[in-house]
Each structure stands twice: as C-alpha cells, then as structure tokens.
C-alpha cells in the first residue's frame, strides 16, 4: 500500500471519490471491483475524522426498535451478517448485556419483546445467537459494580465489533489492488465543468504541493460533516456530536448497554483492546469542523452516568485515558433530540454528474455505498463510448485481507505461531483481527529482528513490529497517522515523550526520515495529543 500521487495525472477517470472515510472507501472498492476508473482522496488521512470515531461496532441499532424504525433495523442487521461472513478477521462478535431497573425504560417485558423482535429481523429463531435471560443474582455474580437496588434481571444478546479505522484502511487497500488509484492528504480545490456537467476536479497535494488537474466524468462526495458547507446540503442537513472516553478495563469481557440516568439515551460501556470504550453523548454541533474538542461537560456527563449505574468503578476525570470526538451528517427533520433524529442513510443526486452521501452508519455502509455505485452506472451508461460496468461484488466477496478457507482453523494457526515468537494470547488475536493475511509480513519482521515482538506498552496488546509494518506498508504520512488511526495507541494511552520518541524512530527508520523530519513530527504530536484534547466547558 503505498502513496503514488504521479497516478492521477494524465489520466481519465470515470469517477471521483471525495472522501477517504467508510462511505468513499466503499464506494472506491465496489466501484473498482466493477471495472470503473476510479479515483480516491482525502484532503487528511483515511478515516481521519468520524470514521476512525465511532463506537466501534456493527450491529443493528437496538434502540432504533423504540423509534419503529424497523426497516433501519433490518438492513443493519443484514449488514451485520454479510459482514461477519466476508471479514470474520475483521468483524467480530461480542456480548451485550441489558440489566433491566424497576421503572426504567424499557421494562423487562419491552426489553423481552425489543430483543425477540431483534432475533426475528436477525433471521435467528433459535440457537446461540438468540437473546437471554439473566436473573438479578446473575448480573450482580457476572457484572459487579451494578447498581443493587431496584435491579429485577436483565438480557444478554450478540452484535458485531470491529476496528473502524483498520476497516476503512483494509478497503482502500482493496481499491488500489482493484485497480484504483487512492492518495490520502489530496485536497479538492476546484471542480472542472463542461457543458453543463462535472468534468474533474482540481486537486492540491497537500504532501508537495503539487496542483493536479484530473479529468472525471463524475464525483460521488463522501465528505461526511464537510458538506454541510455546500449550499444543496445545508439547509436540509444537521451536524451532531458523539463523543466517547477510554476507562480502565472493567472485571468481564462483554459490553454493556446501559441507559443514562440524567436524560434516558442509550450509551454503551465496551471492551477495545484492553480498555473500556464508553459513549456516546448526542448533541447538535455548530463549531469548527476542523478543532474538534472533547469538553468538560461532556466528560462529565459520560462519568456522571456511569458512576450512576455502576457506583462501584468510582471513575473520575483523571481515570480517563483518551477520548475523542466526532461529528455526523444527519437529514434535518423536525425539532427532534439530536439521540431521536434517525440515521438512515440518504443519496442526493444533483443531476450534473456529481453524487452527495448523507447520514448513514459504519454497519449499512457497504450496502449504502452500493446505491451509491449504482446510481453512477446508471448514469455513465448514459454515454455511447463507456462499456457497461458489472455489478456488485462486495456482499459476497471476502475482504482483501481475510483469509480463505476455514477461519477458525487459520486463526488457530495464526495464534499458534505467535505464541511460538513469545507473543502472548491478546497479542496473537490482535494480530490475526487486525491484518487478517498481512499478519505474515508483520511475522517476517519479528523472525528478522525478534526484539519487535515486544509490546510497545504493557497494557496494550500492540507489538513494535506492527509499528515498523504499518509504517513502510500503510501510507503513513505523518507520525500521528501511525498513532491515532493504524494503531489506536493515541486513544487508549496519554502519549508521553518516551513512547513518541521510540514511535518516532521506527516510523523514520521505515520510511527515511532525517532526524529533523522526526523531531518535526514529534512536535505534530506534541501539539495534536499533548493536551488531551480537553477544553473547558
């Protein structure tokens, strides 16, 4: 996977993709496994904004039942399966657990009701898979710090988690090996017309500088909160804020679906390599898009709500180990809260050639970005010299790194060969999860120099080979893009000057930085993640 911005110019593309998060991702790898010249940007890294920022799962949004947003539900969770069956390396299951209070919303008898519906949508009748039951001495044995009183049992069921930002990284990496060409730190500057119609765009490498005139017969814009910049989106748009806080790891490894106490939205506390992933908070968002903070009031209100139901962690402000912030583009309806506003994707075509993504979630974007591809076809099929393109392979087509075969067996074997290198049993599975197939590279690595087995910090299951790999083989250009996005270490450890300093030097090993380059990324750091991106309310 390497950067190669000399690949856009004098050339034709049938399409441009503005935006490297999970919607442009998808749309460039569909697009290019159906025959399309296709080209990918993204004026920062992949992922780089609310799609390294999400809560980290794919499931079908249980709390949208409450909203009868049955439709929503269905294709999440047919979403949910698909990708279970084409990246198990990548998606992965996990247990939720529902414990039910005395006067809470919903009661046993609606959470029973919401769950078996959620089973049936699901195409689970019986088996596994199906919810259960828990009485209230089984919470209180399984789960403890819960709050006691008033607790009267709860349910257990599976949805899907994942790596958001290795997700996005996993299908760039399918659209350049189908034959597109993707640049990260590309900016579009200028569209180019021509009777009446997108011709291209002009494009600025941020990393040279260079100005890039590229022809394109269309542009799907997958800019996510950018575009509520645009006059066509604006007025029927609306910008919301999630943000989320790294804990200590909590006594059990299944996530919890919990209900805060100061105002009865949804929030989930999840296991994520070696911590514990709470959020998200819901608020409508009208700042810069490009200094987004985490605030004191919405640190607290996460805290707040936690402490309440579990009294027994006792977490405070200085238990935080990370947090971030995103923000998403949702269709404006009415006046509702911005938890209540639905999620449901929509597809805007201008009629010139150019294609707009709004709303939408990490789960049905593959499904989402299908339509997307679709409706481009349609109208390139318009043109006499373009030949037809084929259709959609990416709900049956294993993902670029999965591997073939048994999975099970692979990863048994996979795992064995990493606890052969001394790499302890979190290490191994993090390893299979997180580069399917790749994971030989990162071995070759370890076999050459056996000191890169070693953890980079001891509470996290990441190795310095994976610091080295990801460094020469993932388009990394700048030192936080190895820290924030292809491994999350920024979120989930504050970065002091030894880690930075030791990261900083593999990263220039592998890719040639001269001292000055990496004392200039490690100020970039300094600055990014020094004041853990926390202002007062």
Avoid at 25 to 38: E, F, M, N, T
Avoid at 206 to 234: D, K
Avoid at 424 to 449: H, P, S
Wanted: proline fraction near 4%; glycine fraction near 8%.
């Amino acid at each position: 996977m390497q950067r190669d911005p000399t690949a856009l110019t004098d050339e034709h593309f049938d399409l441009l993709v503005c935006g490297g998060g999970v919607y442009g991702a998808w749309c460039a790898y569909d697009a290019a496994l159906r025959g399309l010249k296709v080209a990918l940007i993204d004026q920062g890294d992949w992922a780089g904004a609310t799609s390294s920022a999400s809560t980290k799962l794919i499931h079908g949004g249980l709390r949208y039942l409450e909203q009868w947003d049955l439709g929503l539900v269905r294709l999440s969770l047919q979403e949910r399966q698909a990708l279970f069956r084409i990246a198990p390396h990548r998606v992965w299951p996990l247990t939720f657990v529902i414990p039910v209070y005395r006067g809470s919303r919903p009661g046993l008898w609606q959470a029973r009701a919401g769950l078996w519906l959620y089973d049936r949508l699901a195409g689970i009748h019986a088996g596994s898979a199906r919810h259960r039951h828990l009485s209230r001495q089984q919470l209180l044995s399984d789960y403890p710090g819960l709050t006691e009183s008033e607790l009267r049992g709860g349910f257990s069921y599976l949805d899907g988690q994942t790596d958001d930002a290795r997700l996005v990284l996993e299908l760039v990496a399918g659209a350049l090996r189908a034959g597109a060409c993707c640049v990260n730190y590309c900016r579009l500057t200028e569209e180019l017309w021509q009777q009446g119609e997108v011709a291209g765009a002009v494009l600025k490498d941020s990393i040279s500088g260079a100005t890039i005139p590229l022809r394109a017969r269309r542009i799907i814009y997958t800019t996510g909160a950018w575009l509520s910049r645009e006059s066509l989106i604006a007025a029927s748009s609306r910008l919301t804020k999630g943000v989320h806080l790294l804990l200590p790891k909590l006594p059990f490894e299944q996530a919890l679906l919990l209900t805060a106490p100061q105002d009865g939205r949804v929030m989930f506390i999840i296991p994520w390599y070696g911590r514990s992933l709470v959020g998200t908070t819901d608020l409508d968002y009208r700042g810069a898009l490009d200094a987004l903070t985490v605030s004191t009031a919405e640190t607290n209100y996460l805290l707040t709500a936690v402490n309440r139901l579990l009294p027994g962690v006792h977490w405070q402000a200085s238990d935080v180990l990370g947090q971030y912030a995103g923000i998403r583009l949702l269709r404006r309806r009415g006046k509702d809260r911005p938890s209540d506003v639905s999620r449901e994707w929509v597809m805007q075509d201008s009629g010139d050639g150019r294609f707009y993504s709004i709303g939408g979630k990490l789960t049905s974007a593959r499904h989402d970005a299908a339509q997307l591809v679709d409706a481009v076809v349609a109208s390139l099929n318009h043109s006499a010299n373009l030949a037809p393109a084929g259709r959609c392979e990416t709900a049956q087509r294993l993902l670029p790194w999965a591997p073939s075969g048994d999975f099970a067996h692979w990863l048994v074997q996979v795992q064995q060969r990493a606890l052969s290198w001394g790499i302890d049993a979190d290490g191994a599975l993090c390893l299979a999860r997180r580069y399917g197939i790749c994971v030989e590279q990162v071995f070759k690595l370890i076999q050459q120099t056996p000191a890169l087995a070693k953890r980079i910090h001891p509470q996290l299951p990441f190795l310095r080979a994976e610091l080295a790999y990801c460094a020469s083989s993932e388009m990394v250009q700048h030192l936080d893009d190895l820290l924030r996005r292809r491994l999350p270490l920024a979120l989930l450890q504050p970065m002091d000057s030894t880690l930075l300093a030791s990261a900083g030097e593999l990263a220039g090993a592998a890719l040639g930085w001269s001292p000055q380059r990496i004392a200039t990324e490690i100020r970039r750091c300094e600055m990014l993640f020094g004041s853990a991106l926390i202002e007062s309310a």
